[in-house]
């Protein structure tokens, strides 16, 4: 049994996060009603190791390439940020490097930014030197469950194992492709003339991949390559390394032993974490070159490090302010809300010449009250 769980963390979880960020109200509307009595059955379920994944709702979204996405109800949710929150962070986040960003507190974007930065600084000394730029095949979706759970299976509790174990192998349920070929033909019919980029979405294998937006997703797919950064790092000495899910970028001032290493880890992948390289976005590159990573693109110009923020992130970046002045003009969000918003696309572009983000900003809000 878990002992450990308290309905007030549980409570916590959906007054704080869950409620205000779901979407649809009238999910939120219908847990409200029994509340309380909700919450104890999620508490219940817990303590008595009775706690199954509900089906998840599958849709696909295009932002700006297509992708799947696999929304969970509210039961499913508040329980993902549990099992995460106070199982598999407090348990294995000492195991992670921090080299490896995302997900955890104080290990974002931004902070990934200044490491990428403080390795290009210390690698001004050889001159030029290079970056091994590492892409990971449909990662998601290829996390091998076995090796998964061998990698929990001596650092959990049995009974949390086990709940993590089951969430981990909701993905085999075969109503999940036969609903992802279902979206894909309503978007073909709606669409015809995309037909070849649907047809490139992934299917889950049997024993393969993890759920799409889940928070235990989130960590266990950053926890699952532990071993692999320890490797980099001290088996094949190669320290300026940053890891953001299923891309690695490495600097080094000797390209051939980067070439070296490449073989090396990519052998890693195939035989101890059934995964492999994108051979066509894997490269080695010249600092003079250059390199995009974190929706930025690096570079070194007279002896100054550059970043410049990419283009697709600069259309992402307008398509949301657009999205966001029409949920405002139609008073489905707040102006506080809106307000936040802006504030983290201006923060987020704080490291490099944020004038593109700004202009967007003014344009779309300039002259609303």
Excluded: W
Aim: glycine share 2%; proline share 1%; aromatic share 14%.
């Amino acid at each position: 049994m878990m002992k450990n769980v308290l309905i007030k963390d549980l409570m916590d979880i959906y007054d704080l996060e869950i409620r205000k960020n779901c979407r649809n109200k009238r999910k939120v509307f219908a847990f409200e009603r029994n509340k309380m009595q909700n919450l104890a059955s999620i508490y219940n379920s817990l303590i008595t190791n009775d706690y199954y994944p509900g089906r998840y709702n599958i849709f696909i979204i295009r932002e700006p390439k297509y992708r799947i996405v696999m929304s969970l109800n509210i039961r499913d949710k508040i329980v993902n940020h549990y099992l995460a929150r106070h199982v598999l962070i407090p348990k294995l986040d000492k195991f992670l490097s921090d080299r490896c960003i995302a997900t955890r507190t104080g290990y974002g974007i931004s902070y990934g930014v200044k490491l990428v930065k403080k390795y290009l600084e210390k690698n001004k000394t050889y001159g030029n030197f290079y970056i091994l730029k590492i892409d990971i095949r449909k990662y998601f979706y290829n996390i091998d469950h076995g090796v998964l759970k061998s990698l929990l299976k001596d650092k959990l509790d049995k009974d949390e194992y086990l709940l993590i174990s089951r969430i981990i192998d909701s993905t085999n349920r075969d109503y999940i492709n036969m609903d992802i070929d279902k979206r894909i033909d309503e978007k073909m019919r709606k669409n015809p003339y995309n037909v070849k980029e649907l047809n490139e979405l992934p299917r889950y294998k049997k024993g393969k991949g993890l759920s799409l937006g889940a928070m235990t997703s989130q960590f266990l797919s950053i926890f699952y390559l532990y071993k692999l950064d320890h490797y980099i790092v001290h088996d094949l000495h190669l320290k300026y390394m940053v890891h953001y899910m299923d891309d690695i970028i490495i600097m080094h001032h000797d390209k051939k032993y980067l070439y070296e290493c490449l073989d090396k880890i990519e052998h890693v992948l195939n035989e101890y974490f059934k995964l492999e390289v994108n051979r066509k976005k894997t490269k080695v590159v010249s600092i003079k070159e250059g390199f995009t990573f974190l929706g930025y693109r690096f570079f070194i110009h007279n002896n100054k490090t550059v970043m410049k923020i990419k283009k697709d992130t600069i259309r992402k970046v307008k398509r949301r302010v657009k999205k966001l002045k029409f949920l405002y003009m139609k008073n489905y969000i707040s102006f506080d809300k809106v307000f936040c918003s802006l504030n983290t696309y201006l923060y987020s572009f704080k490291y490099a010449s944020n004038i593109k983000v700004v202009k967007i900003v003014d344009k779309y809000f300039s002259k609303v009250e």
